[in-house]
């Protein structure tokens, strides 16, 4: 980092009152107003009459004032999306970059919130190791921008800042929720592809707070469309295991999600490559208590997906594997499944 991107971080309790005409101009972008906070030997380069004698440490003053809410000129500028006049402020004191208002939200966090990419790209091309550093300052929620961008699916925003700094896409918030976490529950599939497209060596495999991968989040959300993406640009991240040691179909049995398996079944009817090999090797697997997927279809009382597992098992008898208590799936539920009357439900 530069000598002049060496800036301190600003103190909440350190921001002086904003005025207000200051804030007006602020939230209206009136330039010739907010241009009196930019030092002496630039207002004569801008042709901006202003007294001269104004001792610079209170101009410094005015750039770093606040409203009741805590939010400086920086905080304003970007929310009103004032871009040109939000970088000529960051240029002057970059610090603001890192002000936290009463929200414990700075101006990156606005940014990423409304999702102002432009903004961030200007104050990238002016300083990237100031917003790599305000990157990692956090809300009173724990989330960084990344969290924020992600939570509101700007996807442009997510990709420019995990650019910028590919690890900030791990940090976890006070949830434990990572901002790739975040976008799988969401349900913003096209900004996960494009995310794991950033990074695609490790956090296609990344595991999450509670022992699950993006694969098995997007099977408890029910996400086809993402599994199937799994499976053809990284079958071997599909193939991953939870802590519980259950995989995709494991988890997709317990949230009733039945059109996982029917979906992935006819995704591999026709398919003799790698996929239809780990949908056969995933279908019967068993978990650390030895259930495998129609095992927890079948505790959990989910008809149509014990259906379509034993549709996929071709109603092979053969293939009812038994758990470590000795039970297969038809001693453990009550449900007859469709064309096998001949099977008795203890």
């Known amino acids: 980092m530069s000598s002049s991107e060496k800036n301190e971080i600003l103190p909440q309790e350190c921001c002086p009152a904003m005025r207000a005409d200051l804030f007006k101009a602020a939230i209206k972008g009136n330039r010739n107003v907010l241009l009196g ?7 004569n380069e801008i042709k901006v009459t202003i007294d001269a004698s104004v ?13 009741p809410f805590g939010d400086t000129l920086l905080h304003i500028l970007i929310t009103e999306r004032h871009n040109e006049l939000a970088l000529t402020v ?47 300052e956090t809300n009173g929620n724990g989330d960084t921008a990344l969290h ?38 969401e349900g913003y599939t096209s900004m996960v592809k494009a995310m794991l497209e950033v990074d695609a060596t490790d ?25 199937e993406h799994f499976l053809k640009k990284y079958p ?24 996982v398996v029917t979906t992935i079944s006819a995704l591999t009817e026709n398919d003799t490559s790698q996929i239809r ?17 129609l095992h927890i279809a079948a505790m959990k009382g989910h008809r149509s997906v014990m259906k379509a597992i034993w549709n996929k098992l071709n109603h092979d008898r053969k293939a009812l594997l038994r758990n470590q208590k000795g039970k297969t799936a ?16 203890n």
């Open 148 to 185: 924020v961008a992600a939570n509101h699916n700007h996807g442009d925003v997510v990709l420019t800042l995990m650019n910028l700094d590919p690890q900030a896409v791990y940090k976890e918030n006070k949830q434990g929720f990572s901002p790739l976490y975040i976008a799988i529950v």
């Open 236 to 259: 071997d991240d599909a193939t991953l295991l939870d802590s519980c040691r259950r995989n995709l179909f494991h988890i997709s049995a317990e949230h009733n999600h039945s059109k």
């Open 277 to 293: 090999q780990i949908v056969e090797s995933m279908i019967n697997a068993k978990d650390y208590e030895g259930n495998t997927p």
């Open 55 to 67: 001792p610079d440490t209170l101009i410094r003053s005015e750039l770093r004032s606040a409203t």
């Open 330 to 345: 038809f001693n453990l539920s009550e449900i007859q499944l469709g064309n096998t009357n001949e099977v008795c439900i």
């Open 90 to 136: 960051f240029s002057k004191d970059k610090s603001l970059l890192k002000a936290h208002n009463k929200k414990l939200e700075t101006p990156l966090h606005c940014a990423a919130l409304l999702g102002n990419v432009e903004v961030i790209r200007g104050l990238i091309r002016l300083a990237p190791g100031v917003v790599r550093d305000a990157l990692s």
């Open 37 to 43: 906070c930019i030092t002496p030997e630039e207002r």
């Open 203 to 227: 956090l296609a495999c990344t595991q999450f707070f509670d022992g699950t991968f993006p694969v098995h989040v997007a099977a408890r959300m029910g996400n086809t469309d993402l599994l």
